[in-house]
């Protein structure tokens, strides 16, 4: 159930703003808020080197009275993101004014330490019910198939836990798995679980395991990595092309799975700049009202040294949104004409081009 709770806290956090009847906000509320944002700021945000700065810059634009005369409390959340933006140079930076998800989010916890002290018998069957909705979804496998001149296409838009999707991983993997190119599009894709990436991206890689990226999270103050996998669950998808369709709704895991493959050298990248969302972040209450987004956690790959923060995936061949399959698909075709021996397949794929070009 941790993992609904996950969403559902996430969900809740993009609904509108509950109305409840409060006077203008104060000057001392807002000086309370300013500082238990440096508060937080202190102790969670990921780039320890930036903190002292960051602060010292919150409190000489407060003292300046830019606030003074906003009365407003969604209108100074609205200004102040605005200014933490400019101030970190980090897209993440917000200030949330939602006072029904810090109610919620408080009665949630409440509700949850008094399960974990009270000893309940199920009645009921446990439904776990992320799985029943994966599964509805088809694990984020939307369409698989193949192309005429044998060139895979797999449209995929969630990455959901490896020990849920794997077999469907592998099952799509079997399927397009004697084609001559593949076209994975991730243009939907709004991310999802680790190592669920490392795992599709392990078919495309050679059998020895590989550091596939690194993290550090400032929570535990820890470095992590993940490897590629020595087995997979099918024959690997090896020295055939990889084209990867990406674009500005490819978002957090799907862009680290098209950046890893790009700068190893496996797949061409075509579509339009991704979102650029690499760090995690965390909501942190900060009093009865407002809430505060921090990154808490940056990537590192291991042949960039850096991460896809701020600057997106940056597509090998950019293309206008409407063409980057029919692109993909051009391309592809262009490799297998210029690979082909025979006379009979190679007429067959300036045909299929033909057709794909009159479209």
């Known amino acids: 159930m941790k993992l609904l709770k996950r969403l559902s806290l996430a969900t809740l956090l993009f609904l509108p703003v509950l109305l409840f009847s409060q006077a203008s906000i104060t000057t001392k509320e807002k000086a309370a808020i300013m500082e238990g944002v440096k508060a937080q700021i202190e102790a969670n945000f990921v780039f320890i080197d930036r903190i002292e700065s960051t602060n010292r810059s919150i409190d000489s634009l407060y003292n300046t009275g830019k606030y003074a005369d906003i009365s407003d ?117 709004g991310g999802g679980y680790s190592p669920s990436d490392s795992y599709l991206g392990s078919y495309f890689l050679e059998g020895e395991p590989i550091l596939w990226s690194s993290s550090y999270n400032r929570r535990t103050d820890e470095f992590s990595s993940d490897s590629t996998f020595s087995e997979v669950g099918g024959a690997r998808y090896l020295d055939k092309p990889l084209y990867i369709l990406v674009g500005e709704n ?27 969302a690499a760090h995690a972040i965390d909501f942190l209450e900060v009093d009865d009202n407002y809430g505060v987004q921090v990154p808490v956690m940056y990537n590192i790959h291991p042949v960039t040294k850096t991460d896809w923060e701020g600057t997106g995936v940056i597509p090998h061949i950019k293309t206008e949104k409407e063409d980057t399959l029919k692109e993909a698909y051009r391309q592809a075709l262009d490799h297998l004409i210029e690979q082909s021996d025979y006379e009979k397949m190679t007429n067959r794929y300036r045909e299929i081009k033909a057709t794909l070009n009159n479209k």
């Open 250 to 276: 490819t978002f957090s895991l799907a862009e680290k799975f098209a950046y890893c493959l790009k700068h190893f050298g496996r797949a061409t990248i075509v579509g339009q700049t991704s979102a650029g």
């Open 73 to 189: 409390y969604k209108d100074f959340a609205t200004t102040f993101t605005a200014d933490l933006v400019i101030i970190t140079r980090d897209k993440h930076f917000a200030l949330v004014y939602n006072p029904g998800l810090i109610a919620s989010r408080r009665a949630w916890r409440e509700r949850a330490n008094q399960e974990e002290e009270e000893e309940v018998e199920e009645e009921e069957e446990y439904i776990d019910w992320n799985l029943w909705y994966a599964q509805k979804e088809n694990f984020g496998f939307e369409k698989v198939e193949i192309l005429d001149g044998n060139v895979g296409y797999i449209k995929f838009d969630f990455w959901q836990p490896l020990q849920w999707v794997q077999a469907t991983m592998d099952a799509t993997m079997s399927f397009v798995g004697h084609t001559d190119a593949l076209i994975i599009d991730l243009r939907e894709n």
